[in-house]
């Protein structure tokens, strides 16, 4: 398979590709005075793991894992100072909330298939924890602004955007490079 002179591999690693994580499901947690944050997600799988923490340290971030309820692994990065300005950008007073200025990229795409990617029969999904919200219909718009054509589900079991067929498959295992160790058949193949 050749990649993308535009996918993630051919990109350099920017703490703005955690926009990816937060679509699949990430969160923000920030000190009190809101000069730090860091970033946390769920997990099912140890590769997932594994693969969020390099992805982390490429961008220079330190990162943790701990059990989480539910047999899931929490995934987190060290609560730091570079994590503030793009926690602001997704936060509004409480809530997580797409910011106006998204705009996903392969690398951003690659951490979201990392996160919440999974291969089914009728393709490749996409998930995500907001089936309904704002975040959903933006996570779509970003999809097919990369060039990634896919059809939302909204289940409660598997809510998210699907790729399907050879050629769609191939465009998005094309921007988001070689699969992470562990991954078994849970990556696209082109």
Same mark, same amino acid.
């Given at each position: 398979?050749?990649?993308?002179?535009?996918?993630?591999?051919?990109?350099?690693?920017?703490?703005?590709?955690?926009?990816?994580?937060?679509?699949?499901?990430?969160?923000? !947690?920030?000190?009190?005075?809101?000069?730090?944050?860091?970033?946390? !997600?769920?997990?099912?799988?140890?590769?997932?793991?594994?693969?969020?923490?390099?992805?982390?340290?490429?961008?220079?971030?330190?990162?943790?894992?701990?059990?989480?309820?539910?047999?899931?692994?929490?995934?987190?990065?060290?609560?730091?100072?570079?994590?503030?300005?793009?926690?602001?950008?997704?936060?509004?007073?409480?809530?997580?909330?797409?910011?106006?200025?998204?705009?996903?990229?392969?690398? &951003?795409?690659?951490?979201?298939?990392?996160?919440?990617?999974?291969?089914?029969?009728?393709?490749?999904?996409?998930?995500?924890?907001?089936?309904?919200?704002?975040?959903?219909? !933006?996570?779509?718009?970003?999809?097919?602004?990369? &060039?990634?054509?896919?059809?939302?589900?909204?289940?409660?079991?598997?809510? &998210?955007?699907?790729?399907?067929? !050879?050629?769609?498959?191939?465009?998005?295992?094309?921007?988001?490079?070689?699969?992470?160790? &562990?991954?078994?058949?849970?990556?696209?193949?082109?």
């Amino acid at each position: 398979m050749q990649f993308s002179l535009f996918g993630a591999e051919a990109a350099d690693p920017l703490v703005e590709d955690l926009d990816g994580v937060l679509i699949a499901g990430g969160d923000w !947690v920030r000190t009190d005075a809101g000069s730090a944050a860091r970033l946390s !997600v769920l997990v099912a799988e140890r590769w997932r793991a594994q693969a969020l923490r390099a992805e982390f340290a490429d961008r220079g971030l330190d990162s943790d894992t701990a059990e989480a309820p539910g047999d899931l692994i929490a995934v987190r990065t060290e609560i730091t100072t570079r994590l503030s300005p793009h926690a602001r950008r997704w936060t509004k007073g409480a809530n997580l909330a797409p910011p106006a200025d998204l705009a996903l990229n392969a690398s &951003g795409l690659r951490l979201w298939a990392i996160t919440a990617g999974v291969a089914e029969e009728a393709g490749f999904l996409l998930r995500m924890s907001d089936p309904d919200g704002a975040l959903h219909r !933006v996570a779509g718009a970003q999809l097919a602004r990369l &060039g990634v054509a896919a059809v939302e589900i909204g289940s409660r079991t598997g809510a &998210g955007w699907r790729v399907t067929s !050879v050629k769609r498959l191939r465009r998005l295992a094309e921007l988001i490079g070689a699969p992470p160790a &562990g991954c078994g058949r849970d990556w696209p193949r082109g």
